[in-house]
């Protein structure tokens, strides 16, 4: 069952603009986490935040996360022609302690395309 | 490097031929797990293993086996391949898979499976 939903589907932006990106999701969890898949390649880790968390940076990536709401936002900054790729959100249950499953729960992807 | 490696990269077979996508991992890594990718459907998990003779079912297990004789390994085998099960498929291991919530995943860099 898909658990994070990524808003919105595709997105294109110009070089240099701001690109973000949304991810709700459905059940309490542990831990969100971001990653990235060039064309037809595997996935790359990007960023994890705790449920604990609120926000986090990591170079021109920022992640922010209200479990309130539960969603996050994923904003790069002074986009590249390189960030063009596909973007998924994954969650970690918060039932995970059980130790029962490491379930990384994808989307199904956020397609950018960044102009040059 | 480390780095997970996934053979073969592209594969075209036919219904009922069986077939083996092998998997393998270089980071002593504990869990591994095989997901399949999909148009609108996202990355699904097929089978997963929290170590060594612990394997278990993902969202979409029928028609796919895996055995974890080794750590490193984990193939993944087609024993009567369908039409159905033409897709990408992905490799992915973390390091503890179960007691570690924060665990990031490293994936392979996907087959490419054809079912004629």
């Known amino acids: 069952s898909q658990q994070g939903e990524e808003d919105p589907q595709a997105l294109s932006i110009q070089e240099g603009e701001n690109a973000t990106m949304n991810c709700s999701y459905k059940t309490s969890i542990n831990n969100l986490q971001w990653y990235r898949q060039n064309s037809g390649r595997g996935l790359v880790h990007l960023i994890l935040?705790?449920?604990?968390?609120r926000e986090k940076h990591s170079g021109r990536l920022r992640v922010t996360l209200d479990t309130s709401k539960k969603s996050s936002s994923l904003l790069i900054t002074a986009s590249r022609a390189a960030d063009t790729a596909s973007y998924f959100c994954a969650t970690v249950p918060l039932d995970f302690y059980t130790g029962a499953n490491s379930k990384l729960t994808f989307g199904k992807g956020i397609t950018l395309s960044v102009r040059p | 490097e480390a780095q997970v490696t996934q053979n073969p990269r592209y594969l075209i077979t036919v219904t009922g031929k069986k077939l083996t996508v092998t998997c393998s991992q270089n980071m002593n890594h504990e869990y591994m797990s095989w997901y399949r990718q999909d148009p609108g459907l996202g990355l699904r998990q097929i089978y997963y293993s929290m170590n060594v003779e612990v394997t278990d079912k993902g969202d979409v297990p029928e028609g796919y086996k895996v055995s974890r004789k080794e750590k490193r390994n984990f193939p993944l085998i087609l024993e009567s391949p369908s039409p159905n099960q033409t897709s990408l498929y992905f490799c992915a291991s973390s390091l503890s898979g179960g007691w570690v919530t924060t665990d990031t995943q490293y994936f392979g860099p996907g087959t490419r499976l054809t079912v004629l």
């Open positions: 935040i705790r449920s604990n968390e």
